[in-house]
């Protein structure tokens, strides 16, 4: 049974920083493509950042390229996002998924494993 749960979410003042971690178990890193969307009330779930098996794949949308980055450490199956100079707009629900398949996107459709969330609330 695949498992996947998230960490790190919080408040904090714009500009500022978060790190949110992700874990799962159940799934072979060198199977699972992982990736990072938000969803805020009333709103579709977003793709914000996606990491392959080869740490060297990654996507980010373009709400946050240049300022979040994507990490995975295989050995641990775990997968971080590093959100750097924060908006008011990255308030939202953050939730990790995974998928059983090397490659990754930032479509939801993609992904059969999700998380519960974790909140990043970012205020002025």
């Known amino acids: 049974q695949v498992q996947v749960a998230e960490s790190g979410g919080d408040s904090v003042q714009a500009g500022g920083s978060l790190r949110l971690s992700c874990t799962a178990s159940g799934v072979s890193a060198n199977d699972a493509g992982m990736a990072w969307f938000r969803q805020v009330p009333g709103k579709e779930r977003e793709g914000v950042a996606c990491?392959?098996?080869?740490?060297?794949?990654?996507f980010y949308s373009d709400s946050v390229k240049g300022r979040f980055t994507i990490s995975r450490d295989n050995a641990k199956n775990t997968v971080s996002l590093q959100m750097n100079s924060l908006k008011l707009e990255d308030t939202a629900m953050y939730y990790c998924?995974?998928?059983?398949?090397?490659?990754?996107?930032?479509?939801?459709?993609?992904?059969?494993?999700w998380g519960q969330g974790t909140q990043v609330t970012v205020s002025s």
């Open positions: 998924a995974a998928r059983s398949r090397p490659g990754c996107g930032l479509s939801s459709m993609l992904y059969s494993y």
């Open positions: 990491i392959g098996w080869n740490v060297g794949n990654t």
